[in-house]
């Protein structure tokens, strides 16, 4: 993807660079801290604009229009601290809103419900189901902690609903609550290992939960293989 962030606020679009660094690591992720400066910077390539709409000077829906009518395919994505001002940035017809604290969930959400689809990101690391394997550009990839497989494979199995601590302790561990710490060991090992292939972008967590992205993850198989297999049920 080729996004374009622009804020007023430094620490705004550094923080949403990295975000969508992470989400989409193989695009190009620009930035501007001013609203004419990104007029400029306008392109037809340019697929989504992730706007502010409360800065100094020209607001975001000022810039949202002069920039439409240019660029009228253009994914706008407001972010906003004040929802005032929503209805009024209704009538630009946005893709989506965002609102601050940013949330690396709420940008995943509003990208896969673009006005004007995009093809995501897809992650290198593809599965098999039965029996379940994890493979980086087709060769075979090891997690380095034996019980990661497992924790991975039922990530996968869940086919992207977050799971809650309880639950992984109940599949892992039949719900030990002294392997607490354990599993936080094994979660810090996962996203290590999938960080390093460029991949940490399938790990989801939000509210204490986690789960794998299942959208940007290619697997071949049936899932229920998976529980079968790691005698889950």
Same mark, same amino acid.
């Given at each position: ?7 007023? #606020?430094?620490?705004?679009? @550094?923080?949403? $660079? ?7 690591? $193989? ?6 801290? !001013? ?11 340019? #697929? ?20 439409? $009518? ?32 940013? !949330? ?7 990208? #896969? ?5 995009? @093809? ?7 599965? &098999? ?16 902690? @034996? ?25 892992? *561990? !039949? ?9 936080? #060991? ?5 996203? @290590? ?15 204490? $939960? ?9 697997? &071949? ?10 005698? *889950?049920?």
């Amino acid at each position: 993807m080729i996004t374009l962030t622009v804020d007023d #606020q430094p620490s705004v679009t @550094d923080l949403m $660079k990295a975000m969508l660094a992470k989400i989409d690591y $193989k695009g190009t992720h620009l930035t501007a801290n !001013d609203p004419r400066k990104a007029i400029e910077m306008i392109t037809p390539d340019v #697929q989504i604009l992730f706007l502010d709409i409360e800065m100094p000077g020209m607001n975001g829906i000022e810039a949202a229009k002069e920039i439409q $009518k240019r660029c009228p395919r253009l994914n706008i994505i407001f972010i906003t601290g004040h929802t005032e001002y929503s209805l009024e940035a209704h009538g630009v017809f946005p893709s989506g809103f965002i609102t601050k604290p940013i !949330d690396e969930q709420d940008i995943m959400t509003v990208l #896969q419900n673009l006005r004007f689809p995009v @093809d995501m990101p897809k992650s290198p690391v593809t599965v &098999t189901c039965s029996p379940f394997g994890v493979f980086v550009e087709g060769e075979p990839f090891d997690f380095k902690r @034996d019980r990661t497989i497992e924790l991975f494979a039922y990530l996968v199995y869940k086919n992207g609903t977050f799971c809650t601590t309880g639950e992984l302790l109940g599949i892992l *561990w !039949d719900g030990s609550i002294d392997k607490d710490g354990h599993l936080r #060991q094994l979660i810090k090992d996962m996203r @290590d290992c999938l960080k390093e292939i460029g991949a940490e972008m399938l790990i989801l967590k939000k509210y204490g $939960k986690i789960a794998v992205d299942i959208r940007t993850l290619e697997y &071949t198989g049936n899932l229920p293989d998976i529980a079968e297999e790691f005698r *889950w049920i």
